[in-house]
């Protein structure tokens, strides 16, 4: 007898109905099809503790959909041979959550983290809360809950040892992996305790104590590995693509070029003719715009994925092209750029900044160009789907198992306990596996083949079909009084939204979009006005790793450092003085503030930490250094998912205009911490990916089709390349600074501090990226 | 019919010659471990070794390993304790994972030809395998802490 061993027996197996309507607000990044309402499971509130360990915060994580669940029932099992499994409920892309969390777990119920078992969980929200793995949340709305689960499970497994030793349960204590009572001695292991354990009463989420931050052994100390290390080093761990079941076709789609556009017929008799070729058919798509749904297009099926993919390339489709064939990204970028130079629909407003400009000694104006992103995970989407009768089987590689069981069942019209979504590991995921389209296309092609059938995009599919990053236009115009002091502060960001992936028309930004480093601009200057003036959407935008936060972090900070040239002042004093006092910004102004779907309260925008991370990276990576001729040195600071990050990047140009990045230096405030290992692993990452998408990220479009293909023309950065060295350095937060963001804050400073190191190096002011040929001579 | 040996054991294939031995790998033996990731040779996902040289599955056509020995990171060292793979371990390189196999049966094949690379060298080596995470601090450490035992 387990605490738990069959998870099918759960009490709340009764699935809650949930209004679905489009609202896009306090919202995870499927939730903008779902309701705001009360969600269920356990709201994370007040009261908690008694005693000193983390102090009670509130966070966002009650009005995720499905809420949160803190029960020990459903997350921790104990076998009598004392391995406890552990259920990991989110989804693992490589940020260490898979690991993170049940660690959580372990070191609240005093558990030997080497006879812990991590067990991936299904999609199934009303068991285990919310899975959407996005919005950097997992950690900042899963610390407490999964404390508590496991100080539950340790005051069973006590209460159980007390009565088997026939003393009162405040004379026992749990200590690695033992109950013992110290007055006799007696030690009692957990696996003779798991079935007298599970049959204590689950005691209440407010009745038990915390572990004091004293007596941790493993959160914040960073020595333990994450579980599939081993695995991966061997080959073992197994991704959506290696999903194999008995029978199994391989399939590959040819989808249209064009977003929106639609089959207008096919010729599949060269496919057909291809050795292991075996079906060529139709696949349904979704009418623009499509939301998560298939964007259609013709299937060929093989007994192999290299069989499939040569099929398809002998497939000859016609197309009808749909509404956005006109799409064209030099037109459009002027189309935005006119945009940004006209007044926009106002969203936030301080001060009289009309007034303010008119009368400024100087105006420093800066219009920067961004275009679109494309995810380029390593592992491109896939999904393997078995659809039998009126049950369906996913395994795939989905950030949002929960939205993606719910998905399935409305496209092959089932009812959501029929579907059972498997969460593979992620090979990557960056936002783009929030949307489970590939599941879906492998669910409807096994529906219609009556056989499991992987679906495999290729490199070219990933790259041509992606959710894309927005593309947008930032302007920003400053003016100065004599003294050089900042008095104004304009902003326009034009950008299509991804609320138009949902919703035809929608040409103006989402809070959660304004909110990413528009309306919560942090600068202490009198006159502030943001504008989002309206742009037409003509393709799948999505959510990129940091979303909004990389164009408008780019164009502030690359601002910040064009006001210091423009002033005579040092980057770093620029941005402080800008930043100005510590305080808890305040925005009356600004209608539905979305903080990250966060309360205020808890996670207010404070400039004393923003300051700090910035004079911690300047002392840490020794800012204002002597440099070698020809090099440079930039600085950016910027404040996403409630954490507070500031980035310095030396660089060097040499003549022929070659850039090599030489340090990075990051620091990052995301307060209390679980594995500071990852949080420097991701930083590492952030600038990697930051260092990418400067240099080289863009995906365009000609005549409504993506004009790149794979890493030969949308090419990624390589080891060759990547920084010589990248530190990271982790502001100690005391223990009751709530956990916050570190998947994706590292990305949006890097790109301005680069520019700014360019300039610094050069005297170049880069304003559009990529950077691309801008720096030969 | 092709004959090749695969970790090790003989296998033979009378399907399409052409077939890029990736897909042979994983769709027709079941060795999931090298990963497709561009079907091109340019992001190195797929590396595994043809008579210890580091080759790309993607665009190896079955036909061209007839009678040849792959090794691919399932035969890489019985226990999975490769130095390579142990100082991967010792640095916690990977962050998803994905690109890794392509990336040790890489860095397993620099050092069959080259046991103490500069880190030049490495940054040279290694510059066919992506990591879209960003490992590639802890990959040119992990080649380094290899060559110099682990």
Partial sequence: MTIIANPDSATSASRRGFERHLKVENVSRRAILQTLGLAGGFVLAAPLLSRPAFAAYETGAGKMPHGTVVDPKIFVSIAPDGIVSILAHRSEMGTGVRTSLPLIVAEEMEADWTKVRVVQAPGDEVKFGNQDTDGSRSTRHYLLPMRQIGAMARAMLEAAAAKRLGVPANEVKAVNHEVVHSASGKRLGFGELAADAANQPVPAVDSVQLKSPKDFRYLGKGQVSVVDLHDITVGKARYGADVRLPGMKYAVIARPPVTGGKVKSFDSAEALKVPGVEQVLEVKGWPWPSKFQPLGGVAVVARNTGAAIKGRDALKVEWDDGPNAAYDSVAYRAELEAAARQPGLVVRQEGDVEAALKSADKIVTGEYYLPHFAHASMEPPVAVADVKGDKAEIWAPVQSPGGTREDVAKTLQLPPENVTVNVTLLGGGFGRKSKCDFALEAALLSKTLGAPVKVQWTRDDDIQHDFLHTVSVERIEAGLDKSGKVVAWRHRSVAPTILSTFAAGADHAAPFELGMGLVDMPFEIANIQCENPAAKAMTRIGWFRSVSNIPRAFAVQSMVGELAHATGRDQKDMLLELIGTPRVVKLASVKDLWNYGEPYESYPIDTGRLRRVVEFVAEKGNWGRSLPKGHGLGIAAHRSFVSYIATIVEVSVDDKGKLLVHQVDSAIDCGVFVNPERIQSQLEGAAIMGLSLAKYGEVSFKNGRVQQRNFDDHPVVRIDEAPLVTNVHIVPADADTPPSGVGEPGVPPFAPALANAIFAATGKRLRALPIGNQLAT | ?150
Wanted: net charge neutral; hydrophobic share 35%.
């Fill in chain 2, 1 to 150: 019919m092709i004959k090749v040996k695969i970790n090790g054991q003989e296998q033979s294939w009378d399907g399409d010659p052409s077939l890029p031995l990736l897909w042979y790998l994983r769709d027709e033996l079941g060795l999931t471990g090298s990963k497709y990731g561009c079907g091109q040779a340019l992001c190195g996902a797929c590396t595994v070794m043809v008579d210890k040289e580091a080759a790309r599955a993607c665009i190896t056509a079955i036909s061209d390993v007839a009678g040849r020995e792959v090794t691919t990171i399932e035969g890489l060292h019985p226990t999975g304790d490769h130095p390579v793979q142990k100082a991967w371990r010792q640095v916690n390189v990977p962050q998803c994972g994905f690109c890794q196999a392509g990336q040790i049966m890489q860095a397993a094949a620099l050092l069959n030809q080259n046991p103490k690379p500069s880190h030049d060298q490495i940054r040279d080596a290694m510059s066919g395998n992506i990591c879209r995470c960003g490992c590639y601090q802890r990959i040119e450490n992990a080649v380094h802490l290899a060559s110099t035992g682990v």
